[in-house]
């Protein structure tokens, strides 16, 4: 998945990225839009030479077997989407209308795919998590998962923004992935049918008569609402403990992390750290609220597919209450993306800061790692096995 997504959304989000496979919704703690930053007419930079790119043009256009199929407008956007990809940044990208089109209407949490969160890591096109309840997860996606061709295509080279359009497509079709997994010999195809996708921010249940067990799927905009219904539940019930669980949650927006940091930290408490960089000035994010749940003992689950605000969740309650994170390292995604809208309904994606956690430790590319591992092998899915949640549940009934 922050204050606004400037003056349009409202809310600064916290993505990656990054990216649902089917549907494009904000991934990466940090985007927001600024209607301000509206360009319709700018003064060409003299030192810039663009006299190359209208040679270029022209030769096309002169010596093209079929001049009929060039499109001036993709041949711009062409050329802004490649601008955007020398920067050598997953996370900074050129949107046309009709994807950015689809980044609003993702927003709104019901779109047809397969559910599933796709990033780069290491320039290779990475499940980072599959939603609850999607086509993806019953398919037998997970959190680490390379995807290697897309209904034969190579995902070499490709953008997020690419795989998102040829993985999209209406109710009822399929989907080929090639998928490569390390605990795999070779490669294997996976169809997939893909759906009309809701996914439900949260959901929570009594565990051993005391155990609170809450699962938080993703921070979008209506899980503030949600999570202070499950909180006066859990205030009560029986509950005495908590089990919050964060895996495969690919973040949302940051200010919706920041309000339930404020059901578990104390006013005041740093939940995280903008970092622009250099001499500039950083901007600290602080919990807000009750604290309602901040007495009650507690561990965290995180895996591979948490990412962006779910990381800096976990990472702002191990560094102030030092709750035991278990499970395995999370993604890594902790950069912050400013949207800034262009003419004829395109934007710009743009990195322009990293967050920090409230030690300042960058989980960019590196993530949390847990303070206790556990991973759930192919053989424990199959058997419907959760040892990590079988290991939070040991260390929990621990802790007083």
Same mark, same amino acid.
């Given at each position: 998945?922050?204050?606004?997504?400037?003056?349009?959304?409202?809310?600064?989000?916290?993505?990656?990225?990054?990216?649902?496979?089917?549907?494009?919704?904000?991934?990466?703690?940090?985007?927001?839009?600024?209607?301000?930053?509206?360009? #319709?007419?700018?003064?060409?930079?003299?030192?810039?030479?663009?006299?190359?790119?209208?040679?270029?043009?022209?030769?096309?256009?002169?010596?093209?077997?079929?001049?009929?199929?060039?499109?001036?407008?993709?041949?711009?956007?062409?050329?802004?989407?490649?601008?955007?990809?020398?920067?050598?940044?997953?996370?900074?990208?050129?949107?046309?209308?009709?994807?950015?089109?689809?980044?609003?209407?993702?927003?709104?949490?019901?779109?047809?795919?397969?559910?599933?969160?796709?990033?780069?890591?290491?320039?290779?096109?990475?499940?980072?998590?599959?939603?609850?309840?999607?086509?993806?997860?019953?398919?037998?996606?997970?959190?680490?998962?390379?995807?290697?061709?897309?209904?034969?295509?190579?995902?070499?080279?490709?953008?997020?923004?690419?795989?998102?359009?040829?993985?999209?497509?209406?109710?009822?079709?399929?989907?080929?992935?090639?998928?490569?997994?390390?605990?795999?010999?070779?490669?294997?195809?996976?169809?997939?049918?893909?759906?009309?996708?809701?996914?439900?921010?949260?959901?929570?249940?009594?565990?051993?008569?005391?155990?609170?067990?809450?699962?938080?799927?993703?921070?979008?905009?209506?899980?503030?609402?949600?999570?202070?219904?499950?909180?006066?539940?859990?205030?009560?019930?029986?509950?005495?403990?908590?089990?919050?669980?964060?895996?495969?949650?690919?973040?949302?927006?940051?200010?919706?992390?920041?309000?339930?940091?404020?059901?578990?930290?104390?006013?005041?408490?740093?939940?995280?750290?903008?970092?622009?960089?250099?001499?500039?000035?950083?901007?600290?994010?602080?919990?807000?609220?009750?604290?309602?749940?901040?007495? #009650?003992?507690?561990?965290?689950?995180?895996?591979?597919?948490?990412?962006?605000?779910?990381?800096?969740?976990?990472?702002?309650?191990?560094?102030?209450?030092?709750?035991?994170?278990?499970?395995?390292?999370?993604?890594?995604?902790?950069?912050?993306? @400013?949207?800034?809208?262009?003419?004829?309904?395109?934007?710009?994606?743009?990195?322009?800061?990293?967050?920090?956690?409230?030690?300042?430790?960058?989980?960019?590319?590196?993530?949390?790692?847990?303070?206790?591992?556990? @991973?759930?092998?192919?053989?424990?899915?199959?058997?419907?096995?959760?040892?990590?949640?079988?290991?939070?549940?040991?260390?929990?009934?621990?802790?007083?």
């Amino acid at each position: 998945m922050v204050n606004s997504l400037k003056n349009i959304l409202s809310k600064k989000e916290t993505k990656s990225i990054t990216l649902f496979v089917c549907f494009l919704i904000i991934f990466g703690i940090g985007v927001w839009v600024g209607n301000n930053k509206v360009v #319709y007419k700018v003064a060409q930079p003299e030192e810039i030479d663009f006299s190359l790119f209208w040679d270029s043009y022209n030769k096309l256009k002169q010596n093209f077997i079929n001049p009929e199929k060039i499109d001036t407008q993709k041949i711009i956007y062409g050329a802004i989407s490649g601008m955007a990809k020398t920067l050598d940044d997953p996370y900074t990208a050129f949107f046309d209308p009709a994807e950015a089109k689809r980044f609003f209407q993702d927003l709104s949490g019901s779109f047809e795919g397969i559910g599933v969160e796709i990033g780069l890591k290491k320039d290779q096109l990475t499940v980072i998590s599959p939603l609850e309840g999607t086509p993806g997860k019953k398919a037998g996606l997970k959190s680490g998962d390379f995807i290697l061709e897309i209904n034969g295509k190579s995902t070499y080279d490709m953008t997020t923004e690419e795989a998102v359009s040829l993985i999209r497509g209406p109710k009822g079709t399929d989907i080929d992935l090639t998928i490569y997994r390390t605990s795999w010999n070779k490669s294997r195809v996976i169809k997939i049918t893909r759906d009309v996708i809701k996914i439900p921010p949260m959901n929570w249940e009594l565990k051993d008569g005391n155990i609170a067990y809450i699962q938080i799927y993703q921070f979008d905009n209506v899980l503030s609402s949600d999570f202070e219904r499950t909180a006066l539940e859990i205030l009560s019930s029986p509950a005495q403990k908590i089990i919050l669980d964060l895996r495969n949650n690919p973040g949302g927006y940051l200010e919706v992390s920041q309000n339930i940091a404020g059901w578990f930290l104390q006013t005041g408490k740093i939940v995280t750290i903008e970092d622009k960089g250099g001499e500039k000035e950083q901007k600290i994010f602080k919990a807000e609220g009750s604290a309602s749940l901040s007495d #009650y003992p507690m561990v965290v689950l995180i895996n591979q597919g948490t990412a962006s605000a779910s990381e800096m969740l976990a990472g702002s309650l191990r560094d102030n209450r030092n709750i035991k994170l278990i499970g395995v390292k999370s993604f890594g995604k902790g950069s912050v993306q @400013e949207v800034i809208n262009l003419n004829n309904g395109s934007f710009l994606k743009i990195t322009v800061a990293k967050w920090l956690t409230p030690k300042g430790q960058s989980i960019s590319e590196t993530g949390l790692d847990p303070d206790i591992k556990i @991973e759930i092998t192919d053989q424990d899915s199959e058997q419907n096995k959760d040892p990590q949640l079988d290991k939070a549940l040991e260390i929990i009934k621990k802790l007083k």
